[in-house]
């Protein structure tokens, strides 16, 4: 059995081109975590903050997609407090997310796969051979291991990519940060994304997002090594600046890629594609990957359905869209994470909303 397609991973992007292509080409889909329906959240929850930015809500519309309400969780946030610890300036500025469960928007996109597509939960990737005609792709299954041939694999296993990983001989082309998040029960709901930033904590961001009765704290750092420390750092200074919570009931980590300015893209073999966060499509700005999945996961699809033998190559040229809109948000990025010029632009309140409280 040859397989036209072989994914690794259902996240958003992996699931998104599974959805797109099932009915087109015979494909395989793998993923290491249970996102079936009726699968507990125990493992399988993507280490993520959930918010459907207006570019990921944009991408669903174009989809035709509509989002169920059960994945929706309270409160909606259509304000960002943006907070420099480093110069004690504050400022609100509006925006408009969706507050997801993150593990039910993922089973969602799953649930939405025609049931063409053979797909395969709890099952890792292992390897991968390049031979003449076909890719033989190694996974385990239930302790044992079994290779399938694809024409094409396409890597969409996330910031950590195997696939991605092996291509580059082990090493990697990307950045990464690691990011912690702790969940936490606030004393005071606060119907705010707030975003944090203080160069003694991270050259990034760390963030807080309220998620029914608990709220998310979490940031991304870099080097990794003394990142647990640092998250420290930041428990003790978001409480030194008022935010009043109780011990972590739950804490998780992930890497997160930052892409920059001189965009390298890791060596594939001509029938091998990757998208989602496996190939760095991620904003280094806002760290917002979900619109992003599903572009290059759409770029992948469009390219594959104009033409199969072709279709890779034709994807390749087509993220020159995809690199220029990386490249003009790490141009942005140099404005937010400079302190000096961030000083400047929160001290000026441009863009920024007031908030009105009455005793
Ligand atoms: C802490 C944090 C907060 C974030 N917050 C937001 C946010 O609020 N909004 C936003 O837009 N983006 C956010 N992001 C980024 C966003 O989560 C990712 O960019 C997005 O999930 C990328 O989707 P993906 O499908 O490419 O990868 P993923 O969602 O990571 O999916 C990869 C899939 O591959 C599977 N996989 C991995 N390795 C293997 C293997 N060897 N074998 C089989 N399967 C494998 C995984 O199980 C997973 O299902 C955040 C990221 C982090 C780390």
Redesign the pocket.
């Known amino acids: 059995m040859v397989y036209d397609i072989i994914i690794?991973?259902?996240?958003?992007?992996?699931?998104?081109l599974a959805r797109l292509l099932g009915k087109v080409y015979n494909i395989l889909l793998?993923?290491?975590?249970d996102?079936r329906e009726n699968s507990s959240s125990r493992g399988?929850i993507?280490?993520?903050?959930?918010?459907?930015?207006p570019d990921?809500q944009k991408m669903l519309s174009k989809f035709g997609l509509g989002l169920p309400k059960s994945v929706l969780v309270d409160p909606q946030l259509f304000v960002v407090r943006a907070i420099d610890l480093e110069h004690n300036l504050e400022r609100y500025y509006q925006r408009y997310?969706l507050n997801i469960d993150?593990f039910k928007f993922?089973k969602w996109l799953v649930s939405l796969i025609p049931e063409e597509v053979e797909s395969k939960f709890n099952?890792?990737?292992?390897t991968y051979q390049v031979e003449q005609k076909y890719i033989s792709v190694v996974?385990s299954q239930k302790d044992r291991e079994v290779t399938a041939k694809t024409k094409i694999l396409v890597g969409?296993?996330?910031?950590?990519?195997?696939?991605r990983r092996l291509s580059c001989g082990g090493g990697d082309v990307f950045k990464s940060y690691l990011?912690?998040?702790e969940w936490v029960k606030p004393e005071q709901k606060l119907p705010y994304f707030s975003t944090i930033f203080d160069s003694d904590l991270t050259d990034y961001y760390c963030?807080t997002?309220p998620k029914e009765d608990k709220m998310i704290i979490?940031g991304?750092f870099y080097p990794r090594e003394n990142a647990t420390e640092k998250f420290r750092l930041l428990k003790d200074k978001l409480r030194n600046y008022g935010y009043i919570f109780n011990n972590t009931e739950d804490q998780?980590?992930?890497?997160?890629?930052r892409p920059n300015w001189l965009i390298k893209y890791p060596p594939l073999n001509d029938n091998m594609a990757l998208?989602?966060?496996?190939?760095g499509?991620?904003?280094p700005s806002?760290?917002?990957?979900?619109?992003?999945?599903f572009k290059?996961?759409l770029l992948l699809a469009g390219s594959l359905s104009r033409s199969f033998d072709h279709g890779v190559k034709i994807f390749r040229r087509r993220t020159k869209y995809l690199k220029k809109n990386l490249f003009f948000k790490s141009f942005k990025s140099f404005f937010i994470y400079s302190p000096a010029m961030r000083k400047i632009i929160m001290n000026s309140g441009l863009q920024s909303i007031r908030i009105y409280k009455f005793r």
Do not use: H, M
């Open positions: 690794i991973g259902a996240g958003p992007a992996g699931s998104t793998i993923d290491k975590r996102l399988n993507k280490c993520c903050g959930g918010l459907l930015a990921a997310y993150r993922d099952c890792s990737f292992k996974f969409a296993d996330g910031a950590s990519s195997l696939v990011s912690i998040q963030w997002i979490g991304a998780e980590g992930s890497l997160i890629i998208i989602g966060e496996a190939g499509w991620i904003s806002s760290s917002e990957g979900l619109s992003y999945a290059s996961s």
